[in-house]
Every structure is written in C-alpha cells, then in structure tokens.
C-alpha cells in the first residue's frame, strides 16, 4: 500500500521560510510523479505543486509560483517543499501524495506563518 510521512511544519512569520519534507516506502517511489497538496479547515484540499518520476519536470499552481520549490531525492524516497516568502494565507496543512493505484496520502504538516 505505502506509507508518507511529512515532516517540517512549523510557526514562521511572514516573509519567512521552511522545508518539508516527505519520506515514502512500501512502493516504488522513483515510478511516481508525487505532489504536495495544502488544505486550510472548511475548504477543498488543492494541489500546490508536482514533480514528475526523474524531477527532471515540476509544476506549480499560481499562488506559489516564485515562492516554493519542490524537489526529490529518489536514493531517499524523499520529496521535499522549499517554501520561502511565506505570507498568512499560506498558513494550512501540507500533505503529499502518490498515485499509486490505491493512491497514497501522508497524515499532513501544519504550517501557520503569523507575526
């Protein structure tokens, strides 16, 4: 089935940075395109960023782009979250996630950037 666990979430203030990370096993994480998602109470969970099997492609959604930066390390089954110039509408829990056939989800990072 596979397993995520994320790492990293903590309070920053604004204009501040951190690195999430997510550690994959149980499946063949150098196959999959992986992707961070954010969700805030009360709303849809939405996709923040994507990067494909090799890391050779990513993609970001508009709110972040020039502000996050996702990479992997495939000899670590990691993928990681560079954000920087955090600002409070930021402030959600990150999770990421596998398409694997069953599709799997880590348990979630918050992050809340507040002064």
């Known amino acids: 089935q596979g397993l995520l666990v994320e790492s990293g979430g903590d309070l920053v203030q604004p204009g501040g940075s951190l690195r999430l990370s997510c550690a994959a096993s149980?499946?063949?994480?150098?196959?999959?395109?992986m992707r961070w998602y954010r969700q805030v109470p009360g709303k849809e969970r939405e996709l923040v960023a994507l990067?494909?099997?090799?890391?050779?492609?990513?993609n970001y959604a508009d709110f972040v782009k020039g502000r996050f930066f996702i990479s992997r390390d495939n000899a670590k089954n990691t993928v990681y979250l560079q954000m920087t110039n955090l600002k409070p509408e930021d402030t959600a829990i990150y999770y990421c996630?596998?398409?694997?056939?069953?599709?799997?989800w880590g348990q979630g990072t918050q992050v809340t950037v507040s002064s």
């Open positions: 990067i494909t099997n090799t890391g050779v492609n990513t």
């Open positions: 149980g499946f063949t994480f150098s196959i999959y395109t």
């Open positions: 996630y596998a398409p694997t056939r069953l599709g799997v």
